[in-house]
């Protein structure tokens, strides 16, 4: 970081990451701009940098931001590389990257880095909480909680960095180099960001990029076309897999959770119908992970059959009547809602829908057949997806205009035994400004409606 001393370096986009990352590269003794498209009323931290003696400039990207001067432009992994100021970086040959970059730098304890297109946050969560178990100090951050950068300034090298890491964060890494890398999975999401799915995935296998034989990459076995395109890795690769054995790694073996170690060793880490972890593969890839990182088996089992859930993802929130009622309003693509329905053994009303953004549902007709016995549907995308219901042979179908009405119409569905479960396959923008407000607006509809009943 020595090298952006008396440097100058511009920052792209306020949010949290872009202030820390201002405030850290200050710090260091480089010269910062920071700069940010929307108005100064909407930009939080701006005083903050300011009085730092760090210049703001809000409300529009000013031709002279970028020059041959400028050394560095880090910008907010959000922002497309078609935004002008990015151009223009790129196009003088000015190295562009997003925080995590920033943080790998200065860190002095090693990394875990999670990416996928499903099941990050949960998994980083019970990384952090098995390795904590296990007597093990770890940070969690990246793209939850914590900024990384700002973990990374003060971490040990006796403490683990778990972060969960975006293909937008992912995108804008040089050096980056995790000491454990792990992709869970890939599914088409984003292609508005990145066009097309080869160039998703080279986002993703960014985290593998820099890595070398005293590290360690985990894949996912069971998508053998993503194996075939990860291609031949320098670091030790480990597997896991829900249905079939791995040459190492960790995978389910008659009902028990396995693990295979690199001379071929055995060891039952505990048995499935003992997680609380609402996804297997969420829970195969935590095993995985921190049994590598050190973590012994009772710590693990501890975790894996006690963890409560993430907010929005797959959260339990009340039964009622004999139905339970979970909320995964994180579930914004086709892949996360069909992994919420198959992890379900009990009759599903289900409670869909949100933004149009052209994808058709085919693949949910086979799912939804076996598992879903009415499905409420709401937002833009309500039309298209009652109808796949239909191909599926479903007869219950409702469409409204809110989520309270949809809550108390799945209520009406449900029988003892059943589950109510809002996974909209769909993102929030259409009606919400986030898929945080909408769940939070099922968790409340939900409890009404128990108090109501009460």
Known sequence: MKRYHNQHVVVLGMAKSGVAVAKLLHRFGAHVVVNDKKPREETAGADELEALGIPVICGHHPDYLIHEGVTLVVKNPGIPYEAAPVAKALALGIPVVTEVELAYLISQAPIIGITGSNGKTTTTTLVGLILKEAGMDALVGGNIGTVLCSLAETARPDQR???????????????????????????????????TMDEYLAAKLKLFANQTADDIAILPYDQPDVLAKCGELKAATYYFSKWQSVPQGVYVDGGDI????????????????????????????????????????????????????VEHRMEYVATIDGVKYYNDSKATNPEAASRALQALDEPIVWICGGLDRGVDF?????????????????????????????????????????VEKAVLAASGEAAPGDVVLLSPACASWDMFPSFEVRGSMFKDAVHRLKTSLA
């Not at 972060?163 to 599914?187: C, K, M």
């Not at 710590?299 to 409560?308: D, G, M, Y």
């Not at 057949?369 to 219901?389: D, H, N, S």
């Open 258 to 309: 396995v693990f295979v170690g690199p001379q071929g060793e055995r060891d039952v880490l505990m048995a499935v119908a003992d997680l609380s972890v609402a996804h297997l593969d969420n829970a195969l890839a935590a095993a995985l992970v921190t049994r590598l990182a050190g973590a012994d088996k009772q710590s693990i089992a501890k975790v894996l059959s006690t963890f409560p859930g």
């Open 362 to 402: 085919r693949e949910l007709v086979p799912v939804i057949g076996p598992r879903v016995k009415a499905v409420v549907a709401l937002g833009q995308t309500a039309p298209i997806l009652l109808e796949r219901a239909k191909e599926a042979g479903i007869s219950r179908l409702i469409h409204v205009d809110t």
């Open 161 to 195: 960095l778990v972060a969960e890491l975006s293909s937008f964060q992912l995108l804008g890494t040089q050096a980056f180099r995790p000491q454990i890398g792990v992709l869970l999975n890939l599914y088409p999401a984003h292609l508005d960001y990145h066009h």
